[in-house]
């Protein structure tokens, strides 16, 4: 996605500005700090022009002891005021991020699945730790100088100018010159501060999944390859880096000696002359210098703050960008709530991912309330497809999925769901422990719930208190993977759901545990519909129907008896799954 | 204290010639900054002699233009400081390159229980956030130290030039030094804490996330986008508050340090008024010192950041060392004995293992014929994959040993062992690159011949040829473009492409179908025929492939034997066995 520079302060703009009212009130408390703290700076050369041209001249002691006087003051209130800047804008800073990290969370959540098919996951995680990061210094330190250091400057014109206006532009003109000439720099620059945080992204990502993987590596004895791939990515982003910076800093050296060297020579050769001949004081030099001296560095901050603006409106464009990806749609609009209570029908269903790569072919077939369908076929069939469909989690591009006779795509999505119950092949952990793990954070689930769950299904090692208090590893590398498979069961079926969905998700326990699920299963599925991708003749010879897939059409359905005898792709599954099964 | 220093000196040597110019940069760089008010003094003083003393300049303006010169030659010696900053950055840059390569490397040499123990995204994150940008790591070797160190040698100078000037004056701006240092050091401590804790809950979010992200799935069919928030929150108002602890800390530190340094700006105003008023010192030198004293409040501050940045860094390097000081069983394969090139047997010689104070395996010896199909059966939780980690050395048993060849795994050059493998894992781990690519993880240079073998054997050639860019086409992380059990057979593919001497399969049911295993067994016959496996299974069709089988027995026990010497031997396998058997009678 392209964005320029105007685009971004667009995007920032209305991204922060909402912020910004709301927490008006610390804002401009801020705001006043930082201009009181900027008048305080201009004030300290003024007396010490004072000190110079009239105290000592003139041996007046009592005189440079009153203004030494004015001086601390003015010093010392300027310090508490730094400090209540920085802390008030911090707060803010903060507030405003933790929300906006929170926002953006909750706004993914609510994007279709289709996204996350296609985003490398640490992307998502660099973009929302470490944008966020730079939004905030937006607040804390970078505001402070950056608005701190305008009015300064501003105050400096005016103080200038009631001394002699001609001053005053000799002093502006200059400086709004350079200031401009740096701006044009700064366009050019800021590109490559995208291309930087677009590397430490793909750094963030390659390593996730190096070191998810890494027994994979480690096994095939890959370690080197690995490494050098990361390495290759971790230069190119130095180097990167390592050229802009030389470019900055290169320029900003220039620009310290335009105003250390060439500005301050060029104001003591037109100002020498005048106090020789008495129009002006020492003291006028002195303010003058002292002036120059303190904008430089502003100055230069001002610039390189001006670059990480930039750089936050970049971060803030990012972030923007995920704001903006359309949530899914629940339907809510016509807010029809789905009831199950005759039949769902998939009626000439055709599906594809990306354009024109078929997945599904016209298929059709129904799920009558209360009925167990298994879905059977060779791996890519269509068969993952198909209850991804179910779930609403894609729209398809022809035909339509019924639901008790309305078209699912009319139907309040979230409600629908809610009569799902899902387990999948992967078997996925939430961080926490396996009380939330079970019921997914749901706290209208009560603990005695779980408990009740994970003991029909035959978990019950888990059902004491401590052992769901337990935290449970990403790995869960102190689970083993049949026991994920149970725990992913206990979730299904504590959220008692009218339909439930299955992929494949008993193949990986063994028979004896298998068995004694099935037994529970029994007693859950009574009264509930259930559709199975089945990979075991178990779960096969209890279906009500069957449907067998292959290359994302149906080739046959019926009961097991029916399809031993008309579909020989069929029986060849059976008879491979146990050994004498297909005679009957 | 001491071993952070080391560890500084250490990364240091590895940048050794940049670091030296980095020193000479510094120093020139501190003279022109002490050059300027020292030249400005000059200045003033011959302008006030000049407007006091007429008579005594013809001309003027020569003077002042003798002194402009001078001035110009500094501005020269400006800009060729101004590189400095950017070969800091440059440095930096360096630091954080060398550190991410080096401790990914460390990451590579771990166990599984190290990958237990540290979550992904944490990990990530010490690779990243730890070590990247201000105020981390890379950050700190190079511009943190340097800046201070510009900063002492600028104060050096400064404190010289002021000597110069006028000793008094000097002294008496000096007094708030030892203030500055005691104050100090008193603050230090609370700030490394809540640094700390910051950075743990930086690490627990990005987890949280990772977790999260890649569970979408599951969020959205049980409808729990809302509720899950719940967690997520807590995280990040958890984190708020570490932070908010962290910065009023800092902005008072820095609150104490301008008033002390303040103090000294004002010793300067009064003493130096006084002086001046009573003619002991010239204008100009008033003017010089008030600017030195003015410059210091930034050096002087950067003194203390030293310590301050050095100790939330210290906090970064701990969190790095301590994935190089996690101990890792790997290491005790130092040995060099080749296995040969052929596998002849692997045996497992009193093989104990406990986890967790539970006896997972106990007194384990079997023989393993790597030219046969061995099926490894067992219920749930009783250690198959433990099983093969151990006996492919990614995991230490607590007792006992592997040998392989006769010889013992920790003698042997375990690469070349590995090499000799094919591993097929429970969940088909990808990676990022096209589906050639991923086969060929392990066989950058494998023959034509060889890729298609291997596809055909996995069952996925056709399906590969089927894809719009065939093998080229790209796999991202949970792409929807290739399906779970593809993946699951593309591992399938990658393990096989090398044509090992023995394949190891964790878990063929999570990866074929019966219609599916029963091919790969024929083409296995065909293209891999010496290649012998070690299968787990919870299909029971499995059994008629295996030469032999391997029971682990809820107490530990392991078993070894046909299938039909096992089901006359032990009551438990035939439990096992015949509860499917009867379970599918019943129906």
Same mark, same amino acid.
Request: glycine share 6%; hydrophobic share 45%; with cysteine.
């Given at each position: 996605?392209?964005?320029?520079?105007?685009?971004?302060?667009?995007?920032?703009?209305?991204?922060?500005?909402?912020?910004?009212?709301?927490?008006?009130?610390?804002?401009?408390?801020?705001?006043?700090?930082?201009?009181?703290?900027?008048?305080?700076?201009?004030?300290?050369?003024?007396?010490?022009?004072?000190?110079? #041209?009239?105290?000592?001249?003139?041996?007046?002691?009592?005189?440079?002891?009153?203004?030494?006087?004015?001086?601390?003051?003015?010093?010392?209130?300027?310090?508490?005021?730094?400090?209540? !800047?920085?802390?008030?804008?911090?707060?803010?800073?903060?507030?405003?991020?933790?929300?906006?990290?929170?926002?953006?969370?909750?706004?993914?959540?609510?994007?279709?699945?289709?996204?996350?098919?296609?985003?490398?996951?640490?992307?998502?995680?660099?973009?929302?730790?470490?944008?966020?990061?730079?939004?905030?210094?937006?607040?804390?330190?970078?505001?402070?100088?950056?608005?701190?250091?305008?009015?300064?400057?501003?105050?400096?014109?005016?103080?200038?100018?009631?001394?002699?206006?001609?001053?005053?532009?000799?002093?502006?003109?200059?400086?709004?010159?350079?200031?401009?000439?740096?701006?044009?720099?700064?366009?050019?620059?800021?590109?490559?501060?995208? @291309?930087?945080?677009?590397?430490?992204?793909?750094?963030?990502?390659?390593?996730?999944?190096?070191?998810?993987?890494?027994?994979?590596?480690?096994?095939?004895?890959?370690?080197?390859?690995?490494?050098?791939?990361?390495?290759?990515?971790?230069?190119?982003?130095?180097?990167?880096?390592?050229?802009?910076?030389?470019?900055?800093?290169?320029? !900003?050296?220039?620009?310290?000696?335009?105003?250390?060297?060439?500005?301050?020579?060029?104001?003591?050769?037109?100002?020498?002359?005048?106090?020789?001949?008495?129009?002006?004081?020492?003291?006028?030099?002195?303010?003058?210098?002292?002036?120059?001296?303190?904008?430089?560095?502003?100055?230069? !901050?001002?610039?390189?703050?001006?670059?990480?603006?930039?750089?936050?409106?970049?971060?803030?464009?990012?972030?923007?960008?995920?704001?903006?990806?359309?949530?899914?749609?629940?339907?809510?609009?016509?807010?029809?709530?789905?009831?199950?209570?005759?039949?769902?029908?998939?009626?000439?269903?055709?599906?594809?991912?990306?354009?024109?790569?078929?997945?599904?072919?016209?298929?059709?077939?129904?799920?009558?309330?209360?009925?167990?369908?298994?879905?059977?076929?060779?791996?890519?069939?269509?068969?993952?497809?198909?209850? $991804?469909?179910?779930?609403?989690?894609?729209?398809?591009?022809?035909?339509?999925?019924?639901?008790?006779?309305? #078209?699912?795509?009319?139907?309040?999505?979230?409600?629908?769901?809610?009569?799902?119950?899902?387990?999948?092949?992967?078997?996925?952990?939430?961080?926490?422990?396996?009380?939330?793990?079970?019921?997914?954070?749901?706290?209208?689930?009560?603990?005695?719930?779980?408990?009740?769950?994970?003991?029909?299904? !035959?978990?019950?090692?888990?059902?004491?208190?401590? @052992?769901?208090?337990?935290?449970?590893?990403?790995?869960?590398?102190?689970?083993? @993977?049949?026991?994920?498979?149970?725990?992913?069961?206990?979730?299904?079926?504590?959220?008692?759901?009218?339909?439930?969905?299955?992929?494949?998700?008993?193949?990986?326990?063994?028979?004896?545990?298998?068995?004694?699920? @099935?037994? $529970?299963?029994?007693?859950?599925?009574?009264?509930?519909?259930?559709?199975?991708?089945?990979?075991?003749?178990?779960?096969?010879?209890?279906? #009500?129907?069957?449907?067998?897939?292959?290359?994302?059409?149906?080739?046959?359905?019926?009961?097991?008896?029916?399809?031993?005898?008309?579909?020989?792709?069929?029986?060849?599954?059976?008879?491979?799954?146990?050994?004498?099964?297909?005679?009957? | 204290?001491?071993?952070?220093?080391?560890?500084?000196?250490?990364?240091?040597?590895?940048?050794?010639?940049?670091?030296?110019?980095?020193?000479?940069?510094?120093?020139?760089?501190?003279?022109?900054?002490? %050059?300027?008010?020292?030249? &400005?003094?000059?200045?003033?003083?011959? *302008?006030?002699?000049?407007?006091?003393?007429?008579?005594?300049?013809?001309?003027?303006?020569?003077?002042?233009?003798?002194?402009?010169?001078?001035?110009?030659?500094?501005?020269?010696?400006?800009?060729?400081?101004?590189?400095?900053?950017?070969?800091?950055?440059?440095?930096?840059?360096?630091?954080?390159?060398?550190?991410?390569?080096? +401790?990914?490397?460390?990451?590579?040499?771990?166990?599984?229980?190290? &990958?237990?123990?540290?979550?992904?995204?944490?990990?990530?994150?010490?690779?990243?956030?730890? /070590?990247?940008?201000?105020?981390?790591?890379?950050?700190?070797?190079?511009?943190?130290?340097?800046?201070?160190?510009?900063?002492?040698?600028?104060?050096?100078?400064?404190?010289? %030039?002021?000597?110069?000037?006028?000793?008094?004056?000097?002294?008496?701006?000096?007094?708030?030094?030892?203030?500055?240092?005691?104050?100090?050091?008193?603050?230090?401590?609370?700030?490394?804490?809540?640094? %700390?804790?910051?950075?743990?809950?930086?690490?627990?979010?990005?987890?949280?996330?990772?977790?999260?992200?890649?569970?979408?799935?599951?969020?959205?069919?049980?409808?729990?986008?809302?509720?899950?928030?719940? &967690?997520?929150?807590?995280?990040?108002?958890?984190?708020?508050?570490?932070?908010?602890?962290? /910065?009023?800390?800092?902005?008072? /530190?820095?609150? *104490?340090?301008?008033?002390?340094? +303040?103090?000294?700006?004002?010793?300067?105003?009064?003493?130096?008024?006084?002086?001046?008023?009573?003619?002991?010192?010239?204008?100009?030198?008033?003017?010089?010192?008030?600017?030195?004293?003015?410059?210091?409040?930034?050096?002087?501050?950067?003194?203390?950041?030293?310590?301050?940045?050095?100790?939330?860094?210290?906090?970064?390097?701990?969190?790095?060392?301590?994935?190089?000081?996690?101990?890792?069983? *790997?290491?005790?394969?130092?040995?060099?004995?080749?296995?040969?090139?052929?596998?002849?047997?692997?045996?497992?010689?009193?093989?104990?293992?406990?986890?967790?104070?539970?006896?997972?395996?106990?007194?384990?010896?079997?023989?393993?014929?790597?030219?046969?199909?061995? *099926?490894? =059966?067992?219920?749930?939780?009783?250690?198959?994959?433990?099983?093969?980690?151990?006996?492919?050395?990614?995991?230490?048993?607590?007792?006992?040993?592997?040998?392989?060849?006769?010889?013992?795994?920790?003698?042997?050059?375990?690469?070349?062992?590995?090499?000799?493998?094919?591993?097929?894992?429970?969940?088909?781990?990808? &990676?990022?690159?096209?589906?050639?690519?991923?086969?060929?993880?392990? %066989?950058?240079?494998?023959?034509?011949?060889? +890729?298609?073998?291997?596809?055909?054997?996995?069952?996925?050639?056709?399906?590969?040829?089927?894809?719009?860019?065939?093998?080229?086409?790209?796999?991202?992380?949970?792409?929807?473009?290739?399906?779970?059990?593809?993946?699951?057979?593309?591992?399938?593919?990658?393990?096989?492409?090398?044509?090992?001497?023995?394949?190891?399969?964790?878990?063929?049911?999570?990866? =074929?179908?019966?219609?599916?295993?029963?091919?790969?067994?024929?083409?296995?016959?065909?293209? +891999?025929?010496?290649?012998?496996?070690?299968?787990?299974?919870?299909?029971?069709?499995?059994?008629?492939?295996?030469?032999?089988?391997?029971?682990?027995?809820?107490?530990?026990?392991?078993?070894?034997?046909?299938?039909?010497?096992? =089901?006359? =031997?032990?009551?438990?396998?035939?439990?096992?066995?015949?509860?499917?058997?009867?379970?599918?009678?019943?129906?």
């Amino acid at each position: 996605m392209k964005s320029n520079k105007n685009t971004n302060i667009k995007v920032s703009l209305r991204l922060l500005i909402p912020y910004l009212l709301r927490e008006w009130r610390l804002f401009s408390l801020g705001l006043v700090t930082m201009l009181l703290v900027s008048v305080a700076k201009l004030i300290d050369p003024l007396i010490l022009a004072h000190v110079v #041209d009239v105290s000592v001249p003139q041996a007046d002691t009592g005189d440079m002891l009153h203004y030494a006087g004015l001086f601390v003051g003015v010093v010392m209130i300027s310090g508490f005021l730094t400090w209540a !800047q920085i802390v008030l804008l911090s707060r803010l800073g903060l507030r405003i991020i933790t929300e906006l990290k929170g926002r953006v969370f909750k706004h993914l959540m609510k994007v279709p699945v289709s996204f996350f098919d296609k985003r490398p996951v640490g992307d998502l995680i660099a973009r929302v730790e470490n944008d966020s990061e730079r939004i905030r210094t937006l607040f804390s330190d970078l505001s402070v100088r950056l608005i701190g250091n305008i009015l300064f400057f501003i105050g400096i014109v005016i103080v200038l100018g009631m001394r002699s206006k001609a001053m005053a532009l000799g002093f502006l003109i200059p400086l709004v010159f350079l200031s401009l000439s740096f701006g044009l720099f700064f366009r050019y620059i800021v590109k490559f501060y995208r @291309q930087v945080r677009e590397r430490y992204s793909q750094i963030a990502s390659l390593l996730t999944e190096y070191i998810q993987g890494m027994p994979i590596v480690q096994i095939f004895n890959r370690e080197k390859d690995v490494i050098a791939r990361m390495d290759k990515v971790s230069s190119a982003k130095m180097r990167l880096e390592t050229k802009t910076g030389f470019l900055e800093y290169g320029v !900003q050296g220039f620009f310290i000696f335009v105003v250390n060297t060439a500005l301050l020579g060029l104001v003591i050769v037109m100002l020498a002359p005048k106090i020789i001949d008495g129009t002006y004081t020492i003291g006028t030099l002195i303010i003058f210098t002292q002036y120059i001296m303190r904008i430089t560095w502003p100055l230069i !901050q001002l610039l390189e703050n001006l670059m990480q603006v930039q750089r936050s409106f970049v971060s803030m464009t990012r972030i923007q960008e995920l704001l903006d990806l359309p949530k899914e749609d629940y339907h809510t609009g016509e807010n029809i709530v789905p009831t199950f209570e005759h039949e769902i029908e998939f009626k000439n269903v055709w599906f594809a991912y990306e354009e024109d790569k078929w997945v599904l072919r016209d298929v059709s077939f129904k799920i009558p309330s209360g009925s167990q369908i298994a879905l059977v076929g060779p791996s890519g069939s269509g068969k993952t497809t198909t209850i $991804s469909l179910l779930c609403g989690f894609y729209q398809v591009q022809k035909g339509s999925i019924l639901i008790d006779g309305i #078209d699912i795509n009319k139907l309040n999505l979230k409600k629908w769901r809610q009569k799902i119950g899902l387990i999948l092949q992967d078997i996925f952990l939430f961080p926490g422990n396996v009380l939330e793990n079970v019921r997914i954070y749901n706290d209208h689930i009560t603990p005695a719930a779980v408990q009740r769950s994970l003991v029909a299904v !035959q978990a019950r090692k888990f059902a004491e208190p401590e @052992q769901m208090e337990k935290e449970l590893s990403e790995r869960g590398q102190n689970i083993s @993977q049949g026991e994920r498979q149970l725990l992913s069961f206990a979730r299904a079926m504590v959220y008692d759901p009218e339909l439930v969905i299955m992929d494949e998700a008993t193949s990986s326990i063994d028979s004896v545990t298998e068995a004694k699920i @099935q037994h $529970s299963m029994k007693t859950l599925l009574t009264g509930k519909t259930a559709m199975i991708i089945a990979h075991r003749l178990s779960s096969v010879l209890k279906a #009500d129907n069957i449907i067998y897939m292959e290359d994302g059409k149906i080739s046959a359905a019926g009961r097991h008896e029916q399809l031993i005898k008309i579909c020989p792709e069929y029986k060849n599954l059976v008879k491979l799954q146990f050994p004498g099964g297909a005679d009957e | 204290m001491n071993k952070h220093i080391l560890w500084i000196l250490q990364e240091w040597k590895q940048q050794k010639k940049f670091i030296l110019i980095m020193v000479f940069l510094t120093v020139i760089s501190a003279l022109v900054s002490i %050059a300027y008010p020292y030249m &400005f003094k000059i200045i003033i003083d011959k *302008l006030k002699d000049i407007t006091d003393n007429v008579n005594k300049y013809p001309e003027p303006m020569k003077e002042v233009y003798r002194i402009l010169w001078l001035l110009g030659a500094i501005g020269l010696g400006q800009l060729i400081a101004g590189i400095y900053p950017a070969f800091r950055a440059w440095v930096n840059y360096r630091f954080e390159f060398g550190l991410r390569t080096r +401790y990914f490397r460390y990451i590579s040499e771990k166990d599984s229980r190290f &990958f237990s123990k540290f979550r992904t995204g944490d990990l990530v994150t010490r690779l990243t956030n730890d /070590i990247t940008d201000f105020p981390k790591i890379a950050w700190f070797l190079g511009s943190g130290i340097f800046r201070a160190f510009n900063s002492f040698i600028t104060i050096i100078f400064m404190l010289i %030039a002021m000597f110069k000037l006028n000793a008094h004056l000097t002294i008496y701006s000096l007094i708030p030094l030892p203030i500055m240092l005691v104050v100090f050091y008193f603050v230090m401590k609370s700030l490394q804490e809540r640094y %700390a804790n910051n950075q743990r809950a930086i690490s627990k979010i990005n987890d949280q996330l990772e977790m999260s992200f890649s569970a979408i799935h599951i969020i959205k069919a049980f409808a729990c986008e809302d509720k899950y928030n719940r &967690f997520f929150d807590t995280a990040l108002e958890h984190r708020r508050q570490t932070e908010i602890k962290l /910065i009023q800390l800092n902005a008072t /530190i820095m609150l *104490l340090w301008e008033y002390i340094s +303040y103090f000294a700006q004002i010793a300067v105003i009064i003493f130096g008024g006084m002086m001046a008023v009573k003619g002991e010192i010239t204008i100009g030198t008033f003017m010089a010192f008030y600017t030195y004293l003015g410059m210091m409040i930034y050096p002087l501050l950067d003194l203390p950041q030293l310590f301050l940045s050095g100790k939330q860094a210290f906090v970064n390097m701990d969190r790095l060392e301590e994935i190089r000081e996690y101990p890792t069983s *790997l290491e005790r394969f130092r040995g060099d004995i080749s296995p040969g090139k052929e596998l002849h047997s692997i045996e497992l010689d009193k093989i104990n293992f406990t986890y967790d104070a539970q006896a997972i395996f106990k007194d384990v010896s079997i023989k393993i014929d790597p030219h046969e199909r061995t *099926l490894l =059966l067992g219920a749930v939780g009783t250690g198959k994959t433990t099983l093969i980690e151990i006996l492919t050395g990614m995991l230490k048993p607590t007792s006992g040993s592997i040998n392989i060849n006769g010889i013992a795994l920790e003698m042997l050059n375990r690469k070349e062992f590995l090499e000799m493998l094919g591993y097929v894992p429970q969940e088909p781990l990808l &990676f990022a690159g096209s589906v050639h690519e991923n086969v060929h993880f392990a %066989a950058k240079k494998a023959s034509v011949e060889d +890729y298609k073998a291997a596809l055909l054997t996995a069952q996925i050639a056709d399906e590969v040829g089927q894809m719009e860019d065939g093998d080229e086409t790209d796999l991202q992380q949970r792409g929807s473009n290739v399906s779970g059990g593809q993946k699951q057979r593309l591992t399938i593919a990658r393990a096989l492409i090398r044509k090992p001497q023995f394949l190891i399969f964790d878990d063929i049911t999570a990866s =074929l179908d019966a219609q599916n295993e029963m091919k790969l067994w024929e083409a296995m016959n065909k293209y +891999y025929p010496a290649t012998g496996a070690l299968v787990v299974s919870h299909r029971i069709s499995t059994i008629q492939y295996a030469d032999k089988i391997i029971f682990i027995k809820e107490n530990g026990k392991v078993l070894m034997g046909t299938h039909k010497e096992l =089901l006359k =031997l032990d009551e438990e396998y035939r439990h096992f066995v015949a509860e499917i058997e009867d379970y599918h009678k019943k129906d």
